[in-house]
């Protein structure tokens, strides 16, 4: 009886730790995606006013695919940044618009990764570029 208890405590606890596994995978997932974002909306912030980035309407490293050579993230999360034939889950993408006074822009980066099995993983960065 007293093995039965402890054999039931142990699958419990290692059930625990299979979840917190799969838990901070997904966690560093999000950081991950986040931290592409983050990058995108920190080069685009740094671009002209009017540069071509910026132009109002939809943008993407490589328009409805998932195989971008020359994005600057690591499309297959395998540590490698764009190297040969690489592709993968992961794509960026930003949206302008008009801001909320005159001379701004409203910018949306939108990193999605793609999951196979489960639901897509998107994170949003949302600023405004001033005509300064």
Not at 31 to 58: H, I, P, R, S, V
Not at 77 to 96: K, P
């Amino acid at each position: 009886m007293a093995m039965a208890v402890f054999l039931i405590g142990i699958l419990a606890v290692l059930m625990m730790q299979i979840k917190a596994i799969d838990t901070n995978a997904s966690a560093r997932s999000v950081t991950e995606n986040y931290t592409w974002a983050m990058d995108k909306a920190e080069e685009l912030l740094a671009q002209n006013y009017d540069d071509a980035q910026l132009a109002t309407g939809e943008h993407s490293v490589a328009a409805g695919t998932f195989t971008q050579a020359t994005d600057g993230i690591d499309n297959n999360a395998d540590g490698q940044i764009d190297e040969t034939d690489e592709s993968g889950q992961i794509s960026i993408s930003w949206s302008v618009q008009g801001g909320p006074v005159d001379d701004t822009k409203w910018v949306q980066v939108t990193v999605v990764q793609r999951r196979p099995l489960s639901m897509d993983k998107v994170i949003n960065v949302d600023f405004i570029k001033a005509n300064m």
